[in-house]
Every structure is written in C-alpha cells, then in structure tokens.
C-alpha cells in the first residue's frame, strides 16, 4: 500500500497496516524532518524493522539530499533479517513504477560482517567459508562467536592480501596471494555490484560466480550504497569505526536497532582490562618487534626512515590505503587504520622520543613494566587517569601526549616491518590501547587494580581494569557527525533515562503501545509460594529451602498446566547451577522431568547450541520442553521463543547486576555526580529492562501468545512495575498482581483455554488499518483511531 504521512509517500509492502506503525513512522518522519535524533520504543512483535525501512528509504526517495541509512545491529542473524525485509520491500516498491518511461529508482543495500562470515577462500576460513553456522544462527552475537577462529581468518586474509606480500609476489611466483582479492583487484572500474539488496549469502554466491572477495566487495562499495548494514562496533568502537565508518558523510540517518543495552555496549568499547598474562605476552611481543626492527635497519632501513619521515608530517598523512596499491579497494591491511582521535590530536607529528622504532620498543617496554609492577599489589587500588598519568610521569618521564600516540605509533611500527599475524601481537596492542585511552580521556574513566576475583579470594589473579564509566563518549561523535541517530527497541523503559546516559537531547521521544483484538498477552505477578510464604531472590532469602522448594513446584506446576515449551530466566549462571543442585536433591527436578524435558544454558557456546537444538525439536515433537536460561545471556538477547517455542516465560527474581563490583559502584558514583542520576533508579533501570527483555522473548507477533511471569515480589512495588515498557503493563490487570501459586493456575488455565479458541487472524478489527483507513488518519491525533470494521 501507499501510505500517505504527514506529506510523505510511504511504500509499505503489505495490504494492512498497524496503528502502532503509522504512529512510529509519523514520529520518525518528524525526527527526520527536524534534522534530530530520536529515541521510539516499539511493542515487540509489531514490525519495527519494516516499518522503519519503508519510512526512510520514502524519505531518501521524496528527499535525495538525504545520505545513507545505516542499520546497525548486535548479530549476523538480525543483520540478514533485516536485509531480507529490505529485499521485500524493494520488490514491492517496484511496481509503482512500471509503465512507459517509468523506472524504479535505483538502490544498493548490503551488509558488511567480519572477513569470517564473508570469506569464501576455503585455505583461509575452512568450512567457515560455506555459510553461517547453526551455532550463529541460533544464540550468538557476532563478536562472542569463534573469537579465536575469526581472528585467525583475518590473520590469514592479511598473510595473502598485505600490499608488500602482493609486491614479493611480482618477483617471486611461490608467493601465495588470494585469488578472489587479486580477480577482484583487476576488474578494476568493473569490479561494482549492481543495483540491489545483498544479502551475506549474496555476497558469497555472487563471489564464487565472479571469482570476487565478498569482503572486500563489501567494503568498497559501501561508498556507492543507499543503505549500509553492520554490527553496532563498525558506528561505536573508535579502532573500528575510523577505518570502516570514516567516509560516511552528515546526512546519513544512523539507526540502532534492539538498543536497550546501548549504553553498555557503548562502555564496552572503551575498556581494557590488563591481566599478568597479558603482560607477559606483551614482553615476548616487543622482543619480537625488536629482533624484526634489527632485521630492517641491517637490510633495509630506507623503509624505517620512510616511517621517521611520515610520522614528523603528522598522523594525517598515512592513509588506510598504503602506499603503491594499485586500486581503489580497501587495502589487505586494513587493519592499521587509526581510532578515532581528536582532529587537532591527528594534525599534531608524534612525539619525537617514540618516533623511531628502537626508541618507541623501549618506551613501551618500560610503560609494560610499570604496569607489572602496579599489578603486583596486595589490596585494591583505585585512582582516575590523571592520578595515574601523574605516577606514570613522576616515575618514567612520560607525558600524556607520548601516551597518547601508542596505538597508533605502534601500528605504523606493525605495517613498517610488514608483519601480518597481528592476532598473535593481540597482548602489546591491548597495552597500546590502555595508554591512548589514558593519554587521551581525563574525565569518565576509572582504573581499578584487584589483587584477585572478589568472588574467588583464594584465587590470586591481579588485574588492571581501565574501565569507562561514561557511555556518552563512545556514541558522542555519533551524534555530532550525523543529522539524525535513530535508538529503538522494543524495551527501552523507563525511556527518560537514556538521554541523561548518553547525553544527548533527543527531538522526539515516544514509547508506543500495542493494539489487538484479543489479550494474547497475560503479564502476571507472582509474590507467594503454595504455602503463601514470600518468593523472592533478594540476597537474604534467595537461599531458604522454602524459596528454593516454592520457586521449583512452580515450574512443576506450570508445566503440567502450559502446553508447548516454556522458558525460565534466572539472575545468574552461579544462582541457576545452586538452585537446580537442589531442586535434584528434592526430587522436584525429576518431577518436572515427568512433565516436560529440561534443557540448560551454559557458558560454552556449542551446548548451548545443542540444547536450543534439542529443545525446539522436543517442542515440535508435540512433546513440550522447559528452557532454563539466564538474564543478559546468550539467549536473552538473541533468540526468540515464538509461537509453540514459548507458551509462558518465567522471569524468576529480579536481575540486578552483581552490586559489590568496584567497576559498577564506580560507575553509580560518576552517574550520581555527573548526571545527577541516583543509585537506586539506575539499578532499578537496568535490571527492570533486561526483565522486560527476557519476558518479551516469548511474543513476536499479533497472532502469538504467551504468558509473562514475573516470579517476584519485588514486582509488586510500584518502583519496579512501572518502568516496565506500556506495551506490558497496559495488560497486567490488577487481579494478576500480587498472585500465589495457586492463583497463577488458575489464571494460566483461563488463559490458556481463552487463547485455544478458534481465531481468524484477518478478523483483527481495530488492530489493522486498510490504505484507506491509514490514509484518513489524523496526523494531528494520530491516536485517534478510525472506526473500523472487520476485515473478512
């Protein structure tokens, strides 16, 4: 249908329309409109990635002053979803332009991944090469996965692709090169992809057709693309986003999907943490580098002479494209692109005393060394940077400007001595990336020394955390470089609270509810066991017997009431392993096992895999299964229960994260001081969302249904409740507040018996909106839905 919004034509590529949809799309046309960013939470299951794609590639079409759309994700599996709607999408586009005359308007769309989902020189990435694994398909997000084999598969790529490799081999035919980067090197102005939407699996097809590198395809046509897909570490990570987002220009509309984590996501990028194993890697790294710099001087030391020469021009000068390449496509050692520093920083020439090679392997052995000697401590320490910059100053003479050229002096050193097995200097550019952080950011950061893990006391291993307590530094130049920064997700509540955490101020700001004909969801409370006594994981009673016994004959309950599969999230992986320990000694694991078959996530990837595997073919066996799984997981964040997969979910406890970490009290003392945000309502904040997060697991779609438990009575506090996202709370009545066991039997038997009734999916009523009806909407209340019949 064409949907008319505010002024703008929308191609939708479906018959119907939600009334949630069109009041997201007339919310981000007016962001658009005012050059701003926004934050929209929308109701799971409701066609949030559709409905924002149709919306801006209308706009890119009625507006072509507009950039790219850049869609970051968090999984490869989400990225290929994405760009499977987007391929609908176009294709339903198209027929509104046939006719003499009448072309569709062109459009290349592709997502961009690692060198290991997209290789497809099987003597590079092996059996990778062939396609995703099930084990990313199902729970993994992309940067977790294999880390070791993607690393070896870039190492590899480089080893092949490296442009002083490519020179060898001009001279020397036993060189190995890659076929696919060489094929594609020589086609030169030819080596384009035509107007379309690529998938990753398009791009490995297609690549195998042509003899072409996917990655490298991917790469150099991200400048000719209307719309860009990629993780959210291409936008976020400073090391990453120079060398892939760097050419990207203002009006480019940034989105970030399934952001409720974003903020951490964002901290995440500027840590390091620094461990004695780390450290003594990092020695045996420089006393590789200074063997390899005594073998430049004694065979060739114009090159280390060349390098002296750039580095007294200034940072600026080196190219992300090494010199002599022989085309436009992003070079083998791609790798060696700087982070993203101040411009006034890159403008500057490094520091004279690290200049040359020999000089700067000696600067940082002495910065290891300190380091060392800062992990050899008995107590905790804590300190911000610029007490440490003042000790590093006092005892070695180095100033924060030396510090803060490390990462990139050390990559220039890394490309000069034309050495490619990077992954194996992984420990001494961890260092490199501590000092340029701690040279660079005086304010937002912590470093926090601990002799030993405060959990395991009798276990010595010293660690040094550079830790940011700031998410706003990460996203910061998001926000200043792009006209508008699109956050959204299905559970962003209490919504106020990000733009105080990322420090920005949004131009719109909404949180939408969910229309339906028929309550397919039942959020219940439960706060008491069968024998009324309290259910709770709070630290004091998460150990008595009776929680324990009250919170396992719940399950077993559940289980013979509720059909199909159920999913139960607990607090922590230590917290899971204690209470199913004794549900086996009290026999109520073998009851529940009477029921329904019980599969568990681990901390190891591969039986994780194997037990979703497990699972979903118990569930389509008729037979039914119970997921124990964890809150902020693997599967919390990126696998959905639907349809018969997930009948009821079960939250049991609130997930709080673990209070005593220095890391954590650090960061609650720089949100209260810098943004005035108390303790309390930030913890509240992020344990409600991962709630909310788990809970909706379970709906994603208006023909689904489930139940929603939330197996606390800490849920019954206003406090807690009501930063649930609208879309909940809005069907949590009040007889499901405040239930027992008992009471939850029977209002899951009413549900369930309710939700078994026949039902003709198009016969939605208020839930869908016809072209006609869309289209007579009121822009100026779009809340004020249009009487409408059902459709037959």
Request: aromatic share 8%; hydrophobic share 40%; charged share 25%.
């Amino acid at each position: 249908m064409k949907v008319n919004i505010d002024g703008l034509t929308v191609y939708f590529p479906y018959e119907y329309i939600y009334p949630e949809q069109y009041r997201y799309m007339l919310e981000l046309k007016r962001a658009l409109d005012a050059k701003g960013h926004c934050l929209l939470e929308m109701p799971t299951g409701t066609g949030k990635t559709i409905t924002l794609l149709a919306l801006v590639t209308s706009y890119q079409l009625a507006h072509p002053e507009v950039g790219k759309l850049v869609y970051c994700t968090r999984t490869v599996p989400e990225m290929e979803k994405v760009l499977v709607e987007l391929k609908e999408l176009i294709d339903y586009r198209a027929k509104y332009f046939q006719g003499p005359g009448c072309s569709p308007p062109p459009i290349l769309a592709l997502g961009l991944s690692s060198r290991k989902n997209l290789c497809i020189n099987e003597k590079v990435a092996g059996i990778m090469a062939l396609g995703l694994s099930s084990r990313k398909n199902l729970c993994v997000k992309e940067e977790v996965a294999e880390e070791s084999t993607r690393e070896s598969v870039d190492a590899k790529c480089r080893q092949l692709t490296a442009s002083w490799v490519r020179e060898k081999a001009l001279s020397d035919p036993s060189v190995e090169l890659c076929d696919y980067y060489e094929c594609l090197d020589k086609a030169g102005a030819e080596g384009l992809l035509e107007p379309g939407v690529y998938t990753m699996q398009d791009m490995r097809e297609l690549g195998r057709k042509r003899k072409w590198c996917p990655y490298f395809l991917a790469r150099h046509m991200l400048a000719f693309a209307n719309v860009i897909v990629y993780n959210y570490q291409y936008m976020l990570d400073p090391k990453v986003s120079n060398m892939v987002s760097r050419e990207l220009e203002k009006e480019c509309i940034v989105v970030f999907d399934e952001a409720h984590n974003i903020d951490n996501v964002c901290i995440e990028a500027l840590s390091v943490n620094l461990r004695q194993q780390t450290l003594d890697a990092a020695g045996r790294n420089l006393g590789r580098l200074r063997v390899a710099v005594d073998k430049a001087k004694a065979t060739d030391a114009s090159r280390l002479r060349a390098e002296y020469d750039r580095l007294v021009s200034g940072l600026q000068l080196q190219g992300a494209i090494p010199e002599g390449s022989s085309s436009a496509l992003p070079a083998g050692d791609d790798w060696l692109a700087n982070p993203a520093l101040p411009q006034d920083i890159l403008r500057e020439a490094v520091p004279g005393n690290i200049r040359r090679a020999e000089h700067f392997i000696q600067f940082l052995r002495r910065f290891v060394d300190h380091l060392r000697q800062r992990l050899n401590t008995e107590a905790v320490e804590t300190e911000n940077p610029t007490a440490f910059l003042v000790q590093v100053q006092e005892k070695l003479n180095i100033d924060a400007k030396t510090l803060r050229f490390c990462y990139d002096r050390l990559t220039s050193l890394l490309k000069t001595l034309e050495i490619t097995d990077t992954d194996d200097f992984t420990p001494i550019h961890l260092v490199a990336d501590f000092a340029t952080l701690v040279g660079t950011y005086a304010k937002g950061f912590a470093i926090i020394i601990e002799p030993f893990d405060e959990r395991m006391p009798s276990v010595r291993d010293p660690v040094l955390q550079l830790s940011c307590l700031d998410a706003s530094l990460a996203i910061k130049p998001v926000f200043q470089k792009y006209q508008s920064v699109v956050i959204t997700s299905g559970t962003l509540s209490p919504i106020d609270l990000y733009p105080r955490l990322l420090n920005f101020n949004p131009v719109a700001i909404q949180s939408f509810t969910m229309t339906l004909t028929r309550d397919c969801m039942c959020p219940v409370v439960l706060t008491r066991g069968a024998d009324q006594m309290t259910m709770s994981t709070k630290f004091d009673m998460r150990s008595d017997p009776g929680v324990v016994r009250n919170y396992g004959r719940m399950l077993v309950d559940l289980a013979a009431t509720i059909p199909d599969g159920i999913v139960a999230f607990f607090v922590s992986y230590s917290y899971m392993d204690s209470i199913v320990s004794k549900w086996h000694d009290m026999g109520i694991l073998q009851d529940l096992m009477a029921h329904k078959l019980v599969f568990i996530e681990t901390k190891d990837v591969v039986e994780t895999t194997l037990a979703l595997d497990n699972f979903r073919r118990a569930c389509d066996a008729g037979r039914g299964a119970i997921f124990l799984s964890i809150a902020r997981g693997k599967v919390a964040e990126g696998i959905d229960f639907d349809r018969h997969y997930g009948r009821c979910v079960v939250m049991i406890g609130v997930p709080y994260q673990y209070t005593l970490s220095r890391i954590l009290r650090a960061r609650l003392e720089y949100l209260r001081e810098t943004f005035q945000i108390k303790e309390s309502d930030f913890l509240a904040f992020d344990a409600v969302r991962q709630s909310a997060q788990c809970v909706g697991r379970v709906i994603r779609s208006k023909a689904d249904y489930g139940m929603m438990v939330f197996a606390d009575q800490r849920y019954q506090r206003h406090d807690k409740r009501d930063k649930l996202p609208a879309w909940i709370t809005s069907h949590l009545k009040d007889s499901h507040l405040n239930l027992s066991t008992d009471m939850l039997l029977h209002v899951a038997r009413e549900f369930m018996r309710s939700m078994a009734q026949p039902y003709d999916r198009m016969a939605v009523g208020k839930s869908l909106l016809t072209e006609e009806q869309a289209n007579a909407m009121d822009t100026a209340n779009p809340n004020a839905v249009p009487t409408i019949t059902e459709v037959t």
